[in-house]
T-cell receptor, first 116, second 110 residues
Framework: DAGVIQSPRHEVTEMGQEVTLRCKPI?????LFWYRQTMMRGLELLIY????????DSGMPEDRFSAKMPNASFSTLKIQPSEPRDSAVYFC??????????????FGPGTRLTVL | KQEVTQIPAALSVPEGENLVLNCSFT??????LQWFRQDPGKGLTSLLL?????REQTSGRLNASLDKSSGRSTLYIAASQPGDSATYLC?????????FGAGTTVTVRA
């Protein structure tokens, strides 16, 4: 298995531009998570999908952030318009949520976003 | 709200020494606890998952213990090697949510 795949790995953009991050979860997994990692705040959950449905988006910082999961093998996280404080590493993770007791999460390599 | 703390923040040991990494959490009603490794500029690699009903989990040189009542987990790495140098994060699971500690950065000196 290729693991969780994220693209792009690095993104440099200017303030005000739209940014789209992409994620392909592990085949067969039914849960997908978007996280953000910064030095100040550590790892934070942004949004959680189960069976392609957004279950918890309470971690999405502002309306500028949106996420979609049109099918079981693809998800996007969009920031529009982007701001310098959005600079961070964004991780996608997936798991098989058969039982929450054993739902081990597997992380992608992350996208390092820099907003100038 | 679950709060996860890892102490120390950084650790430097000579090669061959055993490593002990500590993790504490405030809400003992967890489903499981997961330990990850993160190399600089890389993603998180899952090392061990301990279910709430388990006391410990082992994989090779790694052993993780869990004491739910005291809100603590410990990761032991035996006979450390320079390749073990990385940041180690623990994460407590309440339902689907993982709450992460800030991590312990380990340096193993050759």
């Amino acid at each position: 298995d290729a693991g969780v795949i994220q693209s792009p790995r690095h993104e440099v953009t200017e303030m005000g531009q739209e940014v789209t991050l992409r994620c392909k979860p592990i085949s067969g997994h039914n849960s997908l998570f978007w996280y953000r990692q910064t030095m100040m705040r550590g790892l934070e959950l942004l949004i959680y999908f189960n069976n392609n449905v957004p279950i918890d988006d309470s971690g999405m910082p502002e309306d500028r952030f949106s996420a979609k999961m049109p099918n079981a093998s693809f998800s996007t996280l969009k920031i529009q318009p982007s701001e310098p404080r959005d600079s961070a590493v964004y991780f996608c993770a997936s798991s098989w949520e058969g039982t929450v007791i054993n739902n081990e999460q597997f992380f992608g390599p992350g996208t390092r976003l820099t907003v100038l | 709200k679950q709060e996860v703390t890892q102490i120390p923040a950084a650790l430097s040991v000579p090669e061959g020494e055993n490593l002990v990494l500590n993790c504490s959490f405030t809400d003992s009603a967890i489903y499981n606890l997961q330990w990850f490794r993160q190399d600089p500029g890389k993603g998180l690699t899952s090392l061990l998952l301990i279910q709430s009903s388990q006391r410990e989990q082992t994989s090779g040189r790694l052993n993780a213990s869990l004491d739910k009542s005291s809100g603590r987990s410990t990761l032991y790495i035996a006979a450390s090697q320079p390749g073990d140098s990385a940041t180690y994060l623990c994460a407590a699971s309440n339902d689907y949510k993982l709450s992460f500690g800030a991590g312990t950065t380990v340096t193993v000196r050759a």
